[in-house]
Every structure is written in structure tokens, then in C-alpha cells.
């Protein structure tokens, strides 16, 4: 603010009013910003050289003119206007008081400076002396920094990936497009919140702590290192993303910034390689099987034998000795024997990657509906059935009443002569690797099927789930293909099969399933 102030005779000796003056003739022609005068009518009486050659003219070129000479429109026209209004009303506009304005050089150029003006009254006349500080340097650096926030605004605003900023405490700060779509909710519905509202359990729960521990130990977890998470919608749902969180001090305080990049479709893309590459593996093996029992050169000699062994039966049995007639019963047996194992072979063919598709199925359910087709069995061998709640899946029904069927079927099967066979069936969860439940395979069921049966030794392990491969000879029915059949079954669900056993103490057989499939479209 500059004062109005009245020149009286100085108390100073001529002497002394000629040095004073020259020091001020000095400071002001040395003065870096410009120092203009004029008289009330607006008529230029000093420049000093700074102002002259901020508005780009030599002093004599513009001492003389009215001041307006270098304003651009609209106040080139209008400052006579405000010169009269204020002589007539003293109402200041800019007098005492200073402002951003526009000049006008002698190229036309127009550029930005601070004014500030002081009215001086000397014996004779009224005179207004205006301070010119030519800020062009710090507009285009203000324009540039507004330039470069608007750039980087632009990038995080359109950025595919989400960027989300949360203050030491977890609060939500700024939250991109992007980021508030991968989660579900509109931006203004998170800005604010805990970031905790992002996470499933139990990082949602834990988070605040891992917050604390950092602060107090520096100690990071995921800042600086990166890691993949699992976020939640708003909607319940989760999905999977890499998460790269940095840290940055402003002004006292510390910001971290989330970088959000959502890979859903690639670890659909894993599990399903890694169950390509496992059933891969499995196949190779029993192509080279199926392709021998099954090939023409085993089916046409059966049918012949059945052919000719039929018609002999039916047209020559009375006629032959006792002993004949034994060798034709013995050959038919055998026939229908080989029989079976074709029929066996042709459902554990059936169960292929492109079966029926995978919905909801209640494994507790299919078990019942098990039991209940197995309840003759059950009843002739007093077999217990103990067994505790099994989870729903996603799963292609039929190959799970398949699964269970052959399990329970053989743990009846293979029992020991004189006790009665205890057959304990529960589920246990499983997760492949910890925070991770988001996509197809991240979450497994165990179920397991326990009898005290006969048992084997381990040392055959790999044998009993390869087909045909039977431990007992021909003491007991079957063709040894249920194990590979449950194989089958349980790797097309993204787990497996093995089991625990001890020679005449019995058999832990354990199934692992996944709890979610990938679309198969």
C-alpha cells in the first residue's frame, strides 16, 4: 500500500539536498524494476531506464506521451476515464493499492507485471509514480508448472491402470477413474474412506497393523517391493491385481501411492495352462494303454470268440463231453470277463476336458444320493458310514456321483475278512498360496475317504491310479480302472488324487478339487 504524502521545504542544507537528490537519481536509474511518473492528466514526465526497456523504447520515445501508450485494449481506452473518475470521487481503482496488469511494448507484445502506484502532492501540482516489476518470467513458469499438473493429471485420469493415494492413517486421498471401476464404486464413494474397504479378510482386518508395525520399524511388507494381492468389490466379489505401493514426504506429512494392475486374465490364463500341462502329462501315459487294449485287433477276435463260443453252446453243448462243456462255459466267462474291462475302458475314455460344464454341485448331496445307490452293499457288509459336511463346488455332477461312487465302492470292496468295514469321509479347505482366493484353483477342497480295509504298500502308490493296475490279482472283481477313472475326474476339477495306506490297516484316499473352474467358453 502506498500512502498520499506532501513535499515540504527540507530542513536539509543546499549542499546536502544536492547529494540527497543525487543518491536518489542514482537508485532509481539503477533500480531493476521500472519507475514511471506522471501528472494527472496521465502525461509520462520520468521513466527510469528499466521501464523503458521493459516496455521495449528509449526514455525520449515516451516522455511526453500519455501513459496509455503502453496499455493494451480495453484500458488503453478506458484509463482517462479512471484518471477523471478518481480526481472527481478519489474512488481508487489501483492507486494505493497495487495489482496484475497487462503492458503493452512498442512491438506489440503483450506481458504480465505487478503495478503498484503512490500519488505524491508537490507545491504546484499532483504527480502519480508507478513501480513496474515485469513478471513474464514467473507467469511461464507458473504456466508450465500449471502445465505440467494438468499433464500429469491427464495420464493419471486415463491411465488403464488404477492409481489411488492414501494419507499414514489409510484414508483414501484421490482415487483415479480407473481404479475406482476396477473396485466397483464411484470415485466421491471411496475418496475418504479406509483403504481397508478394498481388501477381503483378513488383510481388512490386519492392515491397520501392518501400517503401524512400518511406521514404528521402517520395515516394509509391500512398499517399494510389490506383490500380488486380491481386492474386493463393492459388490463382494474378488478379483486378483499386482500391487507397487511408493512413499512419498509432503510437506511434513507421508503419502503412499497404490498402483493398481488388475490380472484376472492371466491367472485364469496359469490355472488353465497348469491343468492343460497336467492332464497333458497324465494322457501321455495311458494313450499309449488305451490305444493297445482298444484297438480293432482286440475287439474283432472278442466278438468271434463270443460268435463261435454262442453257437456252440446253443447248437453242439449236449453233444459234447462234460469236459468240452466245461472248456465252452470257461471260454464264455472268460469273453464276457474281456467284456467288461472294453465296457470300463470306454467310460474311463468318456471322461475328457470337454464334458458337460461346470455348475454349482452340493457335494454333501451327491454323497447321499451315493449312499443311498450303494445301500445294498452297505447293509450285506454292515459297513459304518461316518461322515461330516462336505462344501458346494463347481463341478460337472455326474463325474462327482463317478468320484464317490468308486471311492466308497472300493473302500467296501477291499475290506478285511471278519470286521466290519469304518468308512470316515470329511473335507478340509485348502488354499494354494496365502491372500490369494480370487481366481479359478487359488482355493481347494480335500475330501477324504478313510476305511480300515486291507490296505497296501506305499511302494505301489503310483501304480494303483494307472489303468488296468491292480495290487490283488483276481481275489476281487473289477478291471482296475475306478482309480484312474477318479484321476481322471479330479484333474479335469484342477486338483488330484493320492493316498496314505499301511498293509492291514487301511487306506486314506485324498481328493483334492477346486472350489471355482474357468469358463470353458
Not at 503493452?104 to 499532483?126: A, H, R, W, Y
Not at 464411484?186 to 475418504?192: L, S
Not at 461346470?358 to 450303494?374: A, G, I, N, P, W
Amino acid at each position: 500500500m502506498f500512502n498520499k504524502s506532501t513535499l515540504e521545504d527540507s530542513p536539509y542544507s543546499q549542499d546536502q539536498q544536492a547529494d540527497h537528490q543525487s543518491r536518489l537519481k542514482a537508485i532509481i536509474e539503477t533500480a531493476i524494476d521500472g519507475i514511471i511518473t506522471i501528472d494527472s492528466r496521465g502525461i509520462i514526465e520520468t521513466v527510469n531506464p528499466a521501464a523503458a526497456r521493459i516496455f521495449g523504447y528509449q526514455p525520449q520515445e515516451i516522455i511526453g506521451q500519455n501513459i496509455k501508450i503502453l496499455m493494451p485494449e480495453p484500458d488503453h481506452s478506458q484509463h482517462d476515464g479512471y484518471m477523471q473518475n478518481y480526481l472527481r470521487t478519489g474512488e481508487a481503482k489501483i492507486i494505493g493499492k497495487g495489482r496484475e496488469v497487462k503492458g503493452k511494448k512498442k512491438d506489440g507484445t503483450i506481458f504480465p507485471f505487478l503495478l503498484s502506484i503512490s500519488e505524491v502532492q508537490l507545491k504546484d501540482k499532483l504527480i502519480f509514480t508507478g513501480i513496474v516489476h515485469d513478471i513474464t518470467g514467473l507467469k511461464r513458469a507458473e504456466t508450465a508448472l500449471l502445465e505440467s499438473e494438468n499433464k500429469i493429471n491427464s495420464i493419471i485420469q486415463t491411465a488403464v491402470d488404477g492409481i489411488i493415494t492414501i494419507d499414514s492413517r489409510g484414508i483414501i486421498e484421490m482415487v483415479n477413474p480407473s481404479a475406482a471401476k476396477q473396485f466397483g464404486y464411484a470415485p466421491e464413494e471411496i475418496i475418504g474412506q479406509s483403504i481397508n474397504l478394498l481388501m477381503p479378510e483378513p488383510d481388512s482386518s490386519r492392515h491397520d497393523g501392518y501400517m503401524e508395525r512400518y511406521h514404528q520399524t521402517g520395515v516394509p511388507r509391500i512398499i517399494g517391493i510389490g506383490r500380488e494381492v486380491t481386492g474386493l468389490r463393492k459388490d463382494g466379489s474378488v478379483f486378483p491385481f499386482f500391487l507397487s505401493v511408493s512413499q512419498v514426504e509432503l510437506e511434513g506429512r507421508r503419502v503412499y501411492t497404490g498402483f493398481v494392475h488388475d490380472i484376472t486374465r492371466q491367472k485364469i490364463n496359469e490355472e488353465r495352462l497348469r491343468r492343460y500341462a497336467a492332464e497333458l502329462e497324465r494322457s501321455n501315459r495311458e494313450l499309449q494303454d488305451f490305444a493297445y487294449v482298444s484297438s480293432h485287433d482286440l475287439q474283432e477276435p472278442l466278438r468271434k470268440i463270443q460268435a463261435f463260443g454262442d453257437r456252440l453252446k446253443t447248437r453242439e453243448y449236449n453233444q459234447l463231453s462234460e469236459q468240452g462243456r466245461d472248456y465252452v462255459d470257461r471260454m464264455l466267462n472268460a469273453a464276457s470277463r474281456m467284456q467288461v474291462l472294453i465296457n470300463d475302458l470306454l467310460s474311463f475314455s468318456r471322461v475328457t476336458s470337454k464334458s458337460k460344464p461346470f455348475v454349482k454341485v452340493d457335494l454333501d448331496q451327491v454323497l447321499t444320493e451315493v449312499l443311498s445307490d450303494l445301500e445294498i452293499a452297505i447293509a450285506q457288509s454292515r459297513a459304518e458310514i461316518i461322515r461330516s459336511p462336505l462344501p458346494t463346488i463347481e463341478a460337472e455332477p455326474t463325474q462327482m456321483r463317478q468320484l464317490f461312487q468308486n471311492l466308497v465302492s472300493n473302500a467296501i470292496k477291499f475290506r478285511k475278512e471278519g470286521e466290519n468295514p469304518i468308512i470316515n469321509i470329511y473335507a478340509k479347505s485348502l488354499q494354494r498360496q496365502a491372500h490369494l482366493i480370487a481366481t479359478p484353483g487359488d482355493e481347494l477342497t480335500e475330501i477324504y475317504v478313510e476305511d480300515n480295509g486291507i490296505g497296501f504298500d506305499e511302494k505301489y502308490l503310483d501304480r494303483i491310479f494307472n489303468i488296468f493296475q491292480r495290487l490283488e490279482g483276481q481275489k476281487y472283481e473289477g478291471s482296475g480302472v475306478g482309480l484312474a477313472i477318479c484321476r481322471k475326474i479330479a484333474i479335469r476339477h484342477g486338483g488330484d488324487i493320492t493316498a496314505r495306506s499301511q498293509p492291514g490297516v487301511g487306506t486314506r484316499f485324498i481328493v483334492t478339487l477346486a472350489l471355482k473352474q474357468p469358463n470353458e467358453s
